[in-house]
């Protein structure tokens, strides 16, 4: 993806059909960028237009000449020849479910960059949708302006979001409302309905967003890891390069380096050997950096490339299963996964910091009379938030379907494992943030442990936290970390998978 310079307060991202990643889609969807579409590669898209309206001449098109679903063999009524739209607005109106909460702006924003990338890879590929040049046109212009649908958020089971992206289309054609913004009403030509509802674009801008949230909270869990690790008087030997580098798992050697880095100059160790939540981190931290580098592959293949049903190109039409997003789910499922342990991981940091055998400090951190719980309840709510995301963790493969009168029987259920992860991104933080504190506070009480790589990591939490450790509501405590935890991300140096 290319940037370029332009007026106003945010950079510009080039939207050309290639190259979207996730550091720039999530900067256009939170409005840190603004997005520039290619008009040279939106123009040689009308070779498709083309090649999409001589296949419907030649023969039956999927969604086109043809119902859909159980429908596929059904042909068109001829009243497409007198009226060109009707098929099409049926199929959206027919799709456009709008059930379920709204999808919030940011996500609604990277939806339609990432569905507008992929229509636009189809002049790279020479294979696409073949969508009429003012639809094209008019979902350029809400890109480029800001202008937002609404999209409500059921109707995809990772066989395309076919619900929220028909609202998209009866936006564009004038029949809903815009929601921010506004593009004057295009008609949509005879082929355009399927094509531009056949994309999972919803789904992949909600597994984008949470995954580089998630990136962040890797990182920030692999600093807190080692302040915690000092706090807790750790024995580095378990985090020896030699170690890793004699059973080198992917992610697992540059994870332990940096680790063994920040601890290096710390306190004499405690104990010959430690409990598993300290020696095991980077075994724990190392396969979900490597799945969170897997989705992002998947997300940056999926949003770049075409994968409409059916496909259309100058030498014909193509009907094809691309729209099943089993790599999407599997990636997601795997993520979520390794999240978990991590963050269980923490938990159990969390406890070795509340126990004066393994502190040497007062049990649960506490500070003021004989009897004060110090941060009791932080377990209480760690353990409340990891109930909650449990279910999290279940594989949304494992699902099974049989719909449209038993001719669509599977799905990947990749919508849903989006939205788990989106969950995981949106809680996981509560988890470590607890963890942190307590180190901070037994680092405050035995400074000596401290070591020098580890001191900045410290800095960043111990400047919003108050002094005052007796018995009071830990929320803004909690909160405060939670709103450092991008700040100590970006000190924790870890080599790419």
């Given at each position: 993806m290319q940037h370029e310079d332009a007026p106003g307060a945010t950079r510009g991202v080039r939207v050309e059909g290639r190259g979207l990643g996730l550091d720039d889609l999530t900067d256009l969807a939170l409005g840190r960028a603004h997005a520039v579409v290619d008009r040279d590669v939106l123009g040689r898209l009308g070779v498709l237009h083309e090649a999409?309206?001589?296949?419907?001449?030649?023969?039956?098109?999927?969604?086109?000449?043809?119902?859909?679903?159980?429908?596929?063999?059904?042909?068109?009524?001829?009243?497409?020849?007198?009226?060109?739209?009707?098929?099409?607005?049926?199929?959206?109106?027919?799709?456009?479910?709008?059930?379920?909460?709204?999808?919030?702006?940011?996500?609604?924003?990277?939806?339609?960059?990432?569905?507008?990338?992929?229509?636009?890879?189809?002049?790279?590929?020479?294979?696409?949708?073949?969508?009429?040049?003012?639809?094209?046109?008019?979902?350029?212009?809400?890109v480029e302006s800001g202008a937002l649908p609404t999209l409500h958020r059921f109707g995809g089971i990772g066989t395309s979001d076919l619900a929220p992206l028909a609202e998209l289309g009866l936006t564009l054609v004038g029949e809903r409302p815009w929601r921010r913004g506004a593009v004057a009403p295009v008609p949509l030509g005879a082929a355009d309905a399927l094509p531009l509802i056949s994309s999972h674009a919803l789904t992949l801008a909600t597994a984008s967003l949470a995954l580089c949230r998630l990136r962040q909270l890797l990182l920030a869990g692999t600093g807190i890891s080692a302040l915690s690790f000092l706090a807790l008087r750790g024995n580095p030997q378990a985090w020896a390069p030699p170690v890793h580098a004699a059973r080198a798992h992917p992610a697992q050697t540059g994870l332990a380096a940096t680790l063994h880095a920040l601890v290096a100059g710390g306190p004499e160790p405690a104990r010959l050997q430690d409990p598993f939540a300290l020696r095991t981190a980077p075994q724990v931290l190392a396969p979900a950096f490597t799945a969170a580098q897997a989705l992002e592959d998947v997300l940056a293949l999926e949003a770049s490339t075409p994968g409409e049903n059916p496909l259309v190109s100058p030498e014909g039409v193509f009907h094809h299963g691309q729209f099943h997003a089993a790599s999407l789910a599997t990636a997601l499922d795997t993520l979520r996964a390794t999240t978990f342990g991590v963050l269980t991981l923490s938990a159990a940091r969390l406890a070795l910091l509340l126990r004066p055998e393994h502190?040497?400090?007062?049990?649960?951190?506490?500070?003021?009379?004989?009897?004060?719980?110090?941060?009791?309840?932080?377990?209480?709510?760690?353990?409340?938030?990891?109930?909650?995301?449990?279910?999290?963790?279940?594989?949304?493969?494992?699902?099974?379907?049989?719909?449209?009168?038993?001719?669509?029987?599977?799905?990947?259920?990749?919508?849903?494992?989006?939205?788990?992860?989106?969950?995981?991104?949106?809680?996981?933080?509560?988890?470590?943030?607890?963890?942190?504190?307590?180190?901070?506070?037994?680092?405050?009480?035995?400074?000596?442990?401290?070591?020098?790589?580890?001191?900045?990591?410290?800095?960043?939490?111990?400047?919003?936290?108050?002094?005052?450790?007796?018995?009071?509501?830990?929320?803004?405590?909690?909160?405060?970390?939670?709103?450092?935890?991008?700040?100590?991300?970006?000190?924790?140096?870890?080599?790419?998978?």
């Open positions: 999409m309206g001589a296949a419907r001449e030649r023969g039956a098109v999927y969604g086109a000449t043809t119902g859909v679903g159980a429908n596929k063999d059904v042909e068109v009524d001829d009243e497409q020849h007198e009226h060109p739209q009707a098929h099409g607005l049926r199929l959206l109106r027919s799709h456009a479910a709008s059930l379920g909460p709204v999808e919030d702006e940011a996500t609604t924003r990277a939806a339609l960059v990432v569905r507008l990338n992929q229509l636009l890879a189809g002049a790279h590929a020479g294979l696409g949708a073949g969508i009429s040049p003012p639809v094209l046109r008019a979902l350029a212009e809400a502190t040497g400090l007062r049990a649960f951190l506490a500070a003021g009379p004989r009897g004060s719980s110090g941060l009791m309840i932080g377990e209480y709510v760690v353990q409340d938030v990891l109930a909650e995301l449990r279910p999290a963790t279940a594989p949304s493969t494992s699902g099974t379907v049989s719909i449209s009168l038993g001719l669509e029987e599977h799905a990947s259920f990749a919508t849903q494992g989006a939205r788990a992860l989106r969950q995981t991104a949106e809680l996981a933080p509560v988890v470590l943030a607890v963890e942190a504190l307590a180190a901070v506070r037994a680092l405050r009480a035995a400074p000596d442990r401290m070591s020098p790589g580890a001191a900045a990591l410290f800095a960043v939490f111990d400047e919003v936290l108050g002094r005052d450790s007796r018995d009071a509501p830990i929320g803004p405590d909690v909160e405060a970390v939670v709103a450092r935890v991008v700040d100590l991300s970006l000190l924790v140096r870890v080599p790419p998978v």
